[in-house]
């Protein structure tokens, strides 16, 4: 199943994390088709920074292993999801969140996320 991952969704899958559902589990683990958004990369790496995140260092390489490994695609970010950005009602003020809900909307793709907020949006969810 095609789909983009929430930043937790993602940590929380590669730890075998208990607050992970059993429906994101059996996604994360289906058939590839997953995809991790650069802006969910680039909140890990500013969390690893500063102290928020705890994951083995250098984080970067650590990341993109676990994608590699998991068969996740990195979503770039394009002009057309910041574009759709413009379009959001501010329901939500979290820029990274923002920014996978433009994704979502823009490339057809449901969100694994356990985030309340995202249903406000017209975005399909997995959860």
Same mark, same amino acid.
């Given at each position: 199943?095609?789909? *983009? ?8 899958? *590669? ?9 994101? $589990? ?40 676990? *994608? ?24 939500? $003020? ?5 920014? *996978? ?18 249903? $406000? ?7």
């Amino acid at each position: 199943m095609k789909a *983009l991952l929430d930043t937790h969704a993602f940590l929380w899958a *590669l730890a075998g994390d208990a607050r992970i559902s059993p429906l994101a $589990r059996d996604t994360f683990a289906g058939p590839t088709g997953l995809s991790l958004s650069i802006a969910s990369f680039w909140e890990i790496l500013i969390k690893v920074q500063s102290g928020k995140l705890n994951l083995p260092r250098p984080a970067g390489p650590y990341v993109l292993r676990k *994608l590699a490994e998991n068969g996740i695609e990195m979503l770039p970010i394009s002009i057309d999801h910041l574009l759709a950005i413009e379009r959001l009602p501010m329901h939500h $003020r979290d820029p990274f969140d923002r920014m *996978l809900i433009a994704q979502s909307l823009e490339e057809n793709l449901p969100i694994v996320t356990s985030d309340p907020s995202f249903a $406000r949006y017209d975005v399909h969810l997995i959860w």
